[in-house]
């Protein structure tokens, strides 16, 4: 990071969706979890100038009310704005970059993790602190202009940096996970825009609304169920309630022939369970193995195509 004089750092983690995505949405429970070795960076420093932002990986830079170079700047803009709004700084001053080592697009909450790590820096260069329920109010704010409608999953698992049992509406829910969880994620190399899947169920809801919402009944019940398994440890179990959950939103139209053969030659190679994380229509997948198959199954994900293949312990 390019700071050196009396610089405030911070970060988050990225996320996965173990189970329950979009019909989160719709009131349905999801489950969870960061992905420590993952993570957004920032990185405030004080100046006499206009309080700006610069991004490492899309090579912009804009200050908090400067004009725009182009609308792709725009929700860093906002950010500056949201978060000065929050603290009471009218005239705020100093430098802000900010990086991340999480995929973009990939269904893993880069843009939660960004923009908590952000407002983290910021409320050290101002001199406040932010307790995470405020936090987590701010970053949902980053969401809804990012994503549109969404669920709120996303910013409370990277705030919190915590297994959680989600419920839109509902209060926080920290999981305890009995035995440590092997994961795999493997990225299909196509951008998963979320905006867009979450377009694409919205309007399937609106068109045959009993059948959907009987689908997303079906995948509420399965977190449910998949609760249980990681609170008893039943590994085996869970498994094949991922297994269930993907193909419940292969139904939902969410999927994608990468995400489908790549949760294929995970389950061919040995894996318990697999589905896509986030999204869909691309980005990421998952696979839950034990030691015994992690290696088998990184090489099958790789042969059949990933860009990217990375493993993990959620406990």
Avoid at 149 to 159: E, K, R, Y
């Amino acid at each position: 990071m390019p700071c050196n004089r009396h610089p405030f750092k911070s970060s988050a983690p990225a996320k996965i969706i173990l189970l329950g995505e979009h019909a989160v949405v719709y009131g349905m429970p999801a489950i969870a979890a960061p992905i420590q070795s993952l993570r957004a960076y920032a990185c405030a420093q004080p100046s006499d100038t206009m309080l700006s932002i610069r991004s490492v990986e899309l090579e912009k830079s804009v200050a908090m009310d400067a004009p725009l170079p182009d609308d792709s700047a725009r929700p860093m803009q906002q950010l500056l704005q949201i978060a000065s709004g929050h603290f009471g700084v009218r005239k705020p001053t100093g430098n802000l970059v900010i990086r991340s080592d999480i995929p973009f697009a990939g269904g893993l909450g880069s843009g939660a993790a960004v923009s908590a790590a952000a407002i983290r820096a910021l409320a050290a260069l101002f001199g406040r602190g932010i307790p995470n329920e405020d936090l987590n109010q701010l970053v949902f704010e980053m969401e809804k202009i990012h994503h549109g409608t969404p669920s709120g999953i996303d910013n409370t698992v990277v705030v919190y940096e915590r297994p959680v049992y989600f419920e839109r509406g509902k209060d926080l829910e920290l999981l305890t996970v009995e035995r440590p969880c092997h994961i795999v994620i493997a990225d299909t190399g196509r951008a998963a825009m979320t905006r867009e899947a979450v377009g694409r169920v919205r309007q399937r809801y609106d068109e045959r609304q009993s059948e959907t919402e009987e689908l997303f009944l079906r995948i509420g019940q399965v977190v449910s169920d998949a609760r249980h398994a990681l609170e008893c440890g039943e590994q085996g179990r869970l498994g094949a309630l991922m297994n269930e959950n993907h193909r419940l939103l292969r139904q939902l139209g969410i999927s994608s022939p990468e995400l489908d053969e790549l949760v294929d030659a995970s389950i061919a190679a040995g894996a318990m369970g697999a589905k896509l994380s986030g999204g869909g229509m691309g980005g990421n997948m998952i696979a839950l193995v034990d030691g015994s198959t992690v290696q088998a199954v990184r090489r099958a994900l790789s042969l059949a195509g990933a860009v990217s293949v990375v493993d993990f312990v959620l406990n």
